[in-house]
């Protein structure tokens, strides 16, 4: 068996400490596997006393991180820190300069920095591998860049933050508000503090922006994901989705198209009959669509420490075994810069809920604005008459393009019988 591979940990929260777990519960099996041991060496994190049920005896504390990258001792770096730039950027950055393999959970750095530390490490010889930066436990980068590297693909889409889907789930089933349900998510561990990456939709761009480097050979271009979370989606749009048979998903989708790349975080109608329509809870899934495969599904948790350092873990087995590949499945110096195309061209269908005066007219009116603008309605749904009062009036539409659509929203609102800004989500067809 070869010489040890000997790992630095910095960051020892529940994912660092589950790494740590993992690589001596299962150390047999991995050496196998690995054809070597791996070996914690070194670690760090702001607080040396905590108690995080992992011995750290035999390893070297180190209080800044940064200098672990310069340890002669230690072959790899993983990076478990957190946040797009800070002490995580320049550990990486220092780790790679001294010929150190990077692994790292942190999507916000790859989706902000991905490129460029690929670039400096395919220089340098070294791997940057991130398999715990997007959806968990699934192994969807490996996925896409080895498993089906014989295909050409046409879209990525999937369910990338078990928040949200803990929120929209729990929502359909209970019938309660947005706020309601995040404060108990909150209680429960599923959401932090201050949620906005999680409800924003910010952390599902974050992977996003990743998966669609991997898929379609592109430099990574997070600002080039339209992003938008999911505060505005209320039971009543849940309660609607089902009657029309939908469930409604924060979803991420990527698709390339003549030379340009769609990227795209937000709230989605999909037909119940659909896969992902039944991935509930925390989980996550993701689709992959390649021209000699069809449709892949993969689905699991996607977050947690057994899943998150499952992810890092596997990562490791491939830097002891020796195997190199490409950071985003080809040569840095080969990544395409694809420019964005923009949502306003966008063609789908769409649901438009509305809190409209029961009186005659309104139909007419409404359908007038959408004749206007070229948008057709294909179904309209009021459940109450209330005359005189406001009631939810739903409309499902054709095919037309997003800026038509918009367009046609804002002189629906401008009615005088549309008494609350219009609701708009997009119906996906999978």
């Known amino acids: 068996?070869?010489?040890?591979?000997?790992?630095?940990?910095?960051?020892?929260?529940?994912?660092?400490?589950?790494?740590?777990?993992?690589?001596?519960?299962?150390?047999?099996?991995?050496?196998?596997?690995?054809?070597?041991?791996?070996?914690?060496?070194?670690?760090?994190?702001?607080?040396?006393?905590?108690?995080?049920?992992?011995?750290?005896?035999?390893?070297?504390?180190?209080?800044?991180?940064?200098d672990m990258a310069t340890d002669d001792n230690v072959d790899a770096v993983v990076e478990l820190i957190g946040g797009s730039d800070g002490i995580a950027k320049a550990l990486c950055e220092k780790a790679i300069e001294n010929g150190?393999?990077?692994?790292?959970a942190n999507k916000a750095l790859i989706a902000h920095h991905g490129t460029a530390l690929a670039k400096a490490a395919e220089e340098k010889g070294v791997s940057v591998l991130y398999e715990a930066a997007v959806a968990g436990g699934i192994p969807?980068?490996?996925?896409?860049?080895?498993?089906?590297?014989?295909?050409?693909?046409s879209r990525v889409y999937g369910i990338l933050n078990g928040t949200c889907n803990y929120?929209?789930?729990?929502?359909r089933e209970t019938g309660r508000d947005f706020d309601v349900i995040l404060s108990e998510a909150q209680d429960l561990g599923y959401a932090e503090a201050d949620p906005t990456f999680d409800v924003d939709g910010i952390d599902a761009a974050h992977k996003l922006a990743i998966l669609t480097s991997?898929?379609?050979?592109?430099?990574?271009?997070?600002?080039?994901?339209?992003?938008?979370?999911?505060?505005?989606?209320?039971?009543?749009?849940?309660?609607?989705?089902?009657?029309?048979?939908?469930?409604?998903?924060?979803?991420?989708?990527?698709?390339?198209?003549?030379?340009?790349?769609?990227?795209?975080?937000?709230?989605?109608?999909?037909?119940?009959?659909?896969?992902?329509?039944?991935?509930?809870?925390?989980?996550?899934?993701?689709?992959?669509?390649?021209?000699?495969?069809?449709?892949?599904?993969?689905?699991?948790?996607g977050a947690g420490e057994g899943p998150t350092a499952s992810a890092v873990v596997g990562d490791l087995v491939?830097?002891?075994?020796?195997?190199?590949?490409?950071?985003?499945?080809?040569?840095?110096?080969?990544?395409?810069?694809?420019?964005?195309a923009s949502l306003a061209g966008h063609k789908g269908s769409y649901y438009v809920r509305l809190m409209v005066v029961d009186k005659p007219g309104v139909f007419a009116d409404i359908a007038g604005v959408l004749?206007?603008?070229?948008?057709?309605?294909?179904?309209?749904?009021?459940?109450?008459?209330?005359?005189?009062?406001?009631?939810?009036?739903?409309?499902?539409?054709h095919e037309t393009s997003e800026d038509a659509m918009l367009k046609a929203l804002d002189g629906i609102g401008a009615l005088d019988s549309?008494?609350?800004?219009?609701?708009?989500?997009?119906?996906e067809d999978f």
């Open 418 to 427: 549309v008494v609350e800004t219009p609701r708009m989500i997009r119906i």
């Open 140 to 153: 969807i980068i490996k996925t896409l860049r080895e498993g089906l590297a014989g295909n050409g693909f």
């Open 371 to 397: 004749k206007e603008h070229n948008v057709s309605m294909e179904t309209i749904v009021q459940r109450n008459r209330a005359p005189g009062e406001a009631v939810p009036l739903v409309l499902t539409l």
């Open 214 to 301: 991997v898929a379609f050979g592109c430099e990574v271009d997070f600002d080039g994901v339209q992003t938008e979370g999911i505060r505005h989606v209320s039971p009543i749009d849940i309660e609607f989705a089902e009657e029309l048979g939908y469930r409604i998903k924060l979803l991420g989708i990527t698709s390339r198209q003549n030379g340009t790349v769609e990227q795209r975080v937000h709230p989605c109608m999909v037909s119940k009959s659909t896969p992902i329509s039944q991935v509930e809870d925390v989980f996550n899934a993701v689709v992959v669509e390649g021209n000699f495969v069809d449709k892949v599904v993969l689905q699991g948790r």
């Open 100 to 104: 150190k393999h990077v692994i790292t």
């Open 167 to 171: 929120m929209l789930t729990n929502m």
């Open 1 to 66: 068996m070869d010489k040890p591979l000997k790992i630095a940990i910095a960051g020892l929260g529940t994912v660092g400490a589950g790494v740590i777990k993992v690589l001596n519960d299962n150390k047999g099996a991995i050496a196998a596997r690995s054809g070597r041991m791996i070996e914690v060496v070194a670690v760090s994190a702001r607080d040396r006393n905590r108690d995080r049920g992992v011995s750290l005896d035999a390893m070297t504390w180190y209080d800044n991180p940064v």
């Open 318 to 340: 491939d830097v002891a075994r020796g195997l190199s590949v490409p950071t985003f499945s080809v040569p840095a110096d080969k990544l395409e810069k694809l420019s964005s």
